[in-house]
T-cell receptor
Framework: DTGVSQDPRHKITKRGQNVTFRCDPI?????LYWYRQTLGQGPEFLTY????????KSRLLSDRFSAERPKGSFSTLEIQRTEQGDSAMYLC?????????????FGPGTRLTVL | KQEVTQIPAALSVPEGENLVLNCSFT??????LQWFRQDPGKGLTSLLL?????REQTSGRLNASLDKSSGRSTLYIAASQPGDSATYLC??????????FGTGTRLTVIP
């Protein structure tokens, strides 16, 4: 399978715990994005990487959130001291980023439930 | 600030019917618009991307149009099938690279 993969698919945690999600983009894609989606809403942008550089962060990305993309390949998204409001689907996408043709391809998502 | 609206929020049609989903956006300074499909509890599947220089894009039974001047896009689905049941999302690029999504239209095709 050469699509975007995410791990784990589901995560249940207790409030206050730390969680980490992983995203493996399509191999030749240099751009990687994280989005968050709550029930009944469209995805909301969190952060964007070009290769290993984190170039853009949304104001939704509070200090408890951190994302990395070492070596410009896979990426991790960590949430510290989780809160119930963090419960959502976390989606990763990647793209080739060539000019205006920047189709983003999404992974299956990680569903986080904070109890 | 960009706003993306999708109407209707939900739609039920009998199998075989042709249908149109609507997407409107407030900031017409976009260089493309993308339509996605999302099955319940799943990620997004890209359906069509229309560049600002195009007016239409077709893939199989799907046809998407873009009218930047009026801030509208439509997704036309011909001869709907139960397998088309899903949420359809439109998205426009905002900032340097990220996508701004509408809230989607939940489509149910009744056999």
């Amino acid at each position: 399978d050469t699509g975007v993969s995410q791990d784990p698919r589901h995560k249940i945690t207790k409030r206050g715990q730390n969680v980490t999600f992983r995203c493996d983009p399509i191999s030749e894609h240099n751009r990687l994005y994280w989005y968050r989606q709550t029930l009944g809403q469209g995805p909301e942008f969190l952060t964007y990487f070009q290769n290993e550089a984190q170039l853009e962060k949304s104001r939704l990305l509070s200090d408890r959130f951190s994302a990395e993309r070492p070596k410009g390949s896979f990426s991790t998204l960590e949430i510290q001291r989780t809160e119930q409001g963090d419960s959502a689907m976390y989606l990763c996408a990647s793209s080739l980023g060539r000019g205006s043709v920047n189709t983003q391809y999404f992974g299956p998502g990680t569903r986080l439930t904070v109890l | 600030k960009q706003e993306v609206t999708q109407i209707p929020a939900a739609l039920s049609v009998p199998e075989g019917e042709n249908l149109v989903l609507n997407c409107s956006f407030t900031d017409s300074a976009i260089y493309n618009l993308q339509w996605f499909r999302q099955d319940p509890g799943k990620g997004l599947t890209s359906l069509l991307l229309i560049q600002s220089s195009q007016r239409e894009q077709t893939s199989g039974r799907l046809n998407a149009s873009l009218d930047k001047s009026s801030g509208r896009s439509t997704l036309y689905i011909a001869a709907s099938q139960p397998g088309d049941s899903a949420t359809y999302l439109c998205a426009v690029p905002t900032g340097a690279n990220n996508l701004f999504f509408g809230t989607g239209t939940r489509l149910t095709v009744i056999p």
